[in-house]
C-alpha cells in the first residue's frame, strides 16, 4: 500500500548549538502546507500593479511550518515555537537551523525525487531571486 499522504507525525531531532540544544523538524510538509508557503512569500506591490517576493516572510513561515519543537530557553524559561521567537533568534544561531533544515528538506526531496520549493519559485520569479541573491551578497 502507498503513502498518498503527509501524517504530520514523524520528526527528526536535530543537535545545535555544540549539541546543547536541538531542534526538531517534521518528516515532511504536505503540499497544501508548501503551497500555503509559497504564497506567504508574495505581497502586492505598492502601485497594486505586480507582485514582489518577500524573503523574510518567506524564511520565518518555512521555519514556522518545519519545526516541530526545540530546546531553546531564554532567561531559564522555554521559548515557544513562533514568529516572535524566531524574529528574535541570534544569527548564528538561526543560521545554524536553517542549514541543517536546508540538508534536512534537500535529502527529503532526493528521496522523492521531487524539485525544491526555492527552484520552483526560481522559475517563476527568476529576476527577483537573481535580484535578492545579488544583494545577499554585498
Request: aromatic residues 10%.
Amino acid at each position: 500500500m502507498s503513502n498518498y499522504f503527509v501524517s504530520g507525525v514523524g520528526s527528526v531531532r536535530k543537535e545545535i548549538c555544540d549539541g546543547n540544544e536541538y531542534v526538531v523538524f517534521l518528516d515532511d510538509i504536505s503540499y497544501g502546507q508548501e503551497q500555503e508557503l509559497a504564497g506567504s512569500s508574495f505581497t502586492s506591490t505598492a502601485d497594486g500593479g505586480g507582485f514582489r517576493v518577500d524573503f523574510t516572510k518567506y524564511a520565518i513561515k518555512r521555519l514556522l511550518f518545519w519545526m516541530s519543537d526545540w530546546s531553546l530557553t531564554h532567561n531559564n524559561k522555554a521559548v515557544p515555537i513562533s514568529e516572535s521567537s524566531i524574529r528574535r533568534l541570534d544569527r548564528i544561531v538561526s543560521d545554524e537551523i536553517n542549514k541543517l533544515l536546508d540538508a534536512h528538506i534537500k535529502e527529503i526531496d532526493e528521496k522523492k525525487g521531487l524539485t525544491p520549493l526555492e527552484e520552483k519559485m526560481a522559475t517563476f520569479f527568476p529576476e527577483e531571486i537573481a535580484e535578492e541573491n545579488e544583494s545577499e551578497e554585498k
